[in-house]
């Protein structure tokens, strides 16, 4: 039988040896190598034929070295890369899938690491529990940026007087325009948001979160 040849980046001796018997306990895993620092994971995954690579976060001290390691193994090698942590932060998880990490697993859910390592190994993506909430409160964020981003300042200030349930003539006098040019803002707010009125743009952007 070929076993799945895996390297694991770790820097925490306790957490070495506990994440190292897991993998060595499953017959179809085989633990090829051990590195504690980024420059070492880069040169063993440059070196040896691996297939999966279970990289911390943090070496170090430094999650920098652990998400730029994650980057530069996919680089140069073929070896699918998951990446371990003892935190659960969206903006780590979120940049770990963007340096070609292909799962992310909190290390208290160590039981779950061999099958993390299969699925990984057959190219399957299968976002662990412990990311796939906090890569939903991106997207999320990313969304509601995305649309906030999209409306300009005077249209962002005409939806907020909008939904505090300003008239448009008092919104001209407010902004020191007249109640056609609010209504041309109000058409472009109504087109973007994709409503019909501009109370319900009001409503949606409250929604949304972006007011």
Sequence with gaps: MNKIKVLLVEDDPVWNEYISETVNREPDLFLIGTARSKEDAI?????????????????????????????????????????????????????????GAINYIVKTAIEDIPEAIRAAYAGRSSIHA?????????????????????????????????????????????????ESTVKKHVNQVIRKLKVRTGKEAARKAKMKGIL
């Design 43 to 99: 040169r063993i995954a440059g070196m040896l034929d691996i297939d999966v690579v279970l990289l911390d976060v943090v070496l170090d001290g430094n999650a920098a070295d652990g998400l730029s390691a994650a980057l530069e193994i996919g680089y140069i090698s073929k070896a699918k890369v998951i990446m371990l942590t003892v935190m659960d932060q969206t903006e780590i998880i979120s940049e770990a899938f963007g340096n």
């Design 130 to 178: 412990s990311a796939a909430g906090a890569l939903r409160a991106e997207f999320v964020r990313m969304k509601r940026n995305e649309l906030r981003q999209s409306l300009t300042r005077t249209e962002f200030e005409i939806l907020r007087f909008m939904h505090d349930g300003h008239t448009r003539s008092a919104i001209g006098d407010h902004l020191h325009i007249t």
